[in-house]
């Protein structure tokens, strides 16, 4: 099938996709946006996660046919508005120590992205709460929690 | 609830950090921005996917295999059997006892037997399950007790026995005895411990692309944790002579001792020298489980014998492991699991047995803390236990008995250098404990069970618990261990650079930022470059045994060394009094402060370039001999001992089985932090895979299979069951290490485990004898 939709404010268009397909594997495979990461396909691990229609989902849980005509927005989107090559969170992930092995931080990124928008200063049981769905392996979470505060008060600052 | 680390950042951190500052990974900013070249995320044109076909049975004998089907669907090139691999058939880290692809029988459940490429994954894995295998199952050996014994059938019907000592299933058999284990003792607890089966669970799949070059060879980029030990073993299997065969390290998501053992690497070379095509291999998660080994499962018995006064008298344990259908690293596990069965304590007569078992079992191998974890589970709950029966405060019942400088270890091994477990045990236990839940209110958020409203206080009582453990650095028993690195001085573009080359992986833990620490310190110099890792350099070594800060961190001191060397003899011919100078900010510095020279205007278009090996000190074999008299499995066989200890708070529903972990705090000697924030991730990581492994996570096995190879069935910590932790750095200094560095990365994941289930004990009074701990365990029903 011919899959047409928008990846990042660009409109794009893959053809002899199989229908099978997950939207993460076409993001990965077939647009060449790798940074969308696949740990367990399944749903479970959050490393995944884009915007679809400005909604948080696990790519590896929408079939390819379901992007038809939709915007998705993915990690490398992220960025796109700020000067320096990154924003606010991604900043603050490098800056905390929240990376390690990074496998889980373009995913625990976007969800950030999503709860900062929803909840600008989120306390530390909300962080807990909204990033749950997303595993990590390397850092015991505790430098992540370090990270969304930070970014968290920079948000602030800017857009009181 | 924050409660802050110790070494958070204070705003003083920087990306061009000298060895002690915080510095920022070089790595972090594409691992943000997501264009951070994983090995899943490689990519060629005209590539082919790669799959594996893997054996539904624990056992049975292969009769034979019909490709057919397989080769005639559309979009496939290629089908694979044993009888295409051109060289050795069998490959392994220490014995090569494990088939590439099945040859006569399969031994474990998911065992590959054979491989496509195609043009599609989803066309390979259709067409792989047209590949007919004619299987004649066989009863597995599933129990590694009862695998012991000699009217056992057996896994492999000529085991290995040469190598080490054994018989019959028994892979390795650790003897060690010292002084005289026959002795009576006031006080004697006895116990029996189960540890469950772990998996490293990275996050990143076993992955890579292996490219057909014009000579013949093939060109692998690959996630490894040692590029040169997959490259001998993949040449070897290969056929090829090693210089064919060249190995890149992709990006790694992760690693654990998860990717110490070959996957896919020598499976995507043979299909693309096949194909003359790119090969992309990229495992499922449901695959990885099966592609991967795992931490042993271990079955403990343990006696402690102790005067009134806690002092220990004898320790007697028996460990078994169960290592499943192939070696891998299993005889030094079981190695390093009779080394520290006793922990941290001292104690002259002591009797160890060791054994590791072949069964039809998933392979079992190194995964961090190597055997010691589940040894110090026994060794720590014995020692919860005989406080209990003394009536002594378990903290102070282990400082009474811990071991210090000048210790002697069950191998007769002096411990040498700073050995700070009773400070540890004291840091823990002095550091202030969180706030007791409120009585009059409550948040869901807070209590066992969560927002699933299970309680609203009733039935919850809150443990403290403690532990502490050890295990060594560097690889052992006579190791040649080693790390190669070539550092580069020039002038680029006008500015000073320093180009680092060694093959060590970075696998998320931090190594190419200390690399980076190091050459700016000891060259004076701003800029850094690494230059990737692969094998056009001699070998590093594995990033394993938290040895690889301290290996190549000490070759690429020592090639820094010789080119400030090299710098100075060119300083000095031209006339200039270098004694005793040093390089600090592009500039050589004399001994009394003043600048001689510009290190760029002397370099001018020079290159000063040095490639040096840094060996660490030479260790000693255990004492083999089973039939000797006296003292035997005695040897100063460890390079180096790191030590941690824990503190763990949780509020346990005890009628539910349900648990919350409150806090945990962490003491750790680390020698000297190189790169603190590194250092700290390390410590908070490491202590939440113990907790995995205390409250959740295990691979259940039944007859020989997987029963939940999924993130879905196999539950690894989230940020909700990972509690705020403290951490306590200390930097006592080993004067024998480069920058009296202590490796890191294992032991906050030994002693978080029995930390965990000692606070739980301490909440519901019931002994939990095996982790992970079930909610069954709980609630006794």
Partial sequence: MRLTFDVNGVGQQADDVWPGESLLYVLRERMGLPGTKNACEQGECGSCSVYLDGTLVCACLVAAPQAQGRAVRTVEGLATDSAGGLDHIQQAFVETGAVQCGFCTPGLIMATDDLLANTPTPSDAEIREALAGNLCRCTGYEKILDAVRLAASRRTEVTP | MSVPTTQRPTGTETATGRLGDITLLPDGIPKVTGDFAYSSDLWMDDMLWGVTLRSPHPRARVRSIDIGAALATAGVTAVLTHEDVPGSKYYGLEIADQPVLAVDEVRYTGEPVAIVAADHPETARRAAAKIVVDYEVLDPITDSRAAMSPDSPLVHATPTQDHYPGGGNILRHVRIRRGDPTLTADVVVTGEYDVGMQDQAFLGPESGLAVPAEDGGVDLFIATQWLHVDQRQVAESLGLPEDKVRLSLAGVGGAFGAREDVSMQIHACLLALRTNKPIKMVYSREESFYGHVHRHPATMRYEHGANRDGTLVYVKCEVVLDGGAYASSSPAVVSNAA????????????????????????????MRGFGAVQVCFGHESQMDKLAAALGIDPVE????????????????????????????????????????????????????????????????????????????????????????????????????????????????????????????????????????????????????????????????????????????????????????????????????????????????????????????RPTEPLTRDLGAPGDIGQGAAHLQFAFAAHRVVADVDVEL???????????????????????????????TQGIGLALMEEIQVKDGKIRNPSFTDYLIPTILDTPPMQVQVLELGDPHAPYGLRGVGEPPTISSTPAVVSALRAATGRPLTRVPVRPEHITGT
């Avoid at chain 2, 078992?357 to 190194?366: E, F, H, I, K, R």
């Avoid at chain 2, 590093?540 to 090639?559: D, E, F, N």
């Avoid at chain 2, 100078?581 to 370099?603: C, H, N, P, Q």
């Avoid at chain 2, 648990?659 to 490491?686: C, H, M, Y």
């Fill in chain 2, 339 to 366: 080394s520290f069965a006793v922990g941290p304590y001292n104690c002259d007569n002591v009797l160890i047995d060791g054994y590791i078992l072949y069964t039809n079992n998933p392979p079992c191998g190194a």
């Fill in chain 2, 657 to 687: 089985g349900l648990v919350r972990l409150v806090e945990v705090t962490t003491a750790q000697d680390v020698g000297k932090a190189l790169n603190p924030l590194s250092v700290v991730g390390q410590i908070q990581g490491g202590t």
């Fill in chain 2, 397 to 616: 019942l282990r400082i009474h008995n811990a071991m210090a400088e000048g210790s002697l270890m069950p191998t007769g091994q002096v411990v040498e250098g700073a050995a700070p477990v009773a400070e540890l045990l004291r840091r823990v236990k002095d550091a202030p404990l969180p706030a007791a839940a409120p009585t009059d209110s409550y948040d869901l958020r807070a209590l066992p069970g969560g927002v699933s409203n299970t309680t609203h206080g009733e039935g919850v009582r809150r443990g403290v618990g403690y532990a502490v453990g050890f295990k060594n650095v560097g690889y052992s028993e006579g190791f040649d261990d080693f790390s190669t690195a070539r550092v580069r001085l020039e002038v680029v573009g006008g500015e000073l650079v320093a180009t680092v080359h060694t093959a060590a992986a970075e696998v998320g833990q931090g190594l190419i930022t200390v690399m980076a620490q190091i050459a700016r310190t000891e060259l004076g110099v701003e800029q850094v470059i690494n230059q990737p890792a692969d094998t056009s350099i001699g070998t590093a070594g594995s990033t394993s045994a938290s040895r690889q800060t301290y290996c190549t961190g000490g070759a690429v001191q020592a090639a820094c060394e010789a080119v400030r060397d090299g710098i100075l003899a060119m300083a000095s011919a031209r006339g200039l009094s270098v004694e005793g100078a040093a390089l600090r900010d592009g500039k050589i510095v004399a001994a009394d402060g003043a600048a001689v020279a510009s290190v760029a205007d002397l370099l001018g278009e020079e290159i000063v370039e040095e490639t040096r090996e840094f060996h660490h």
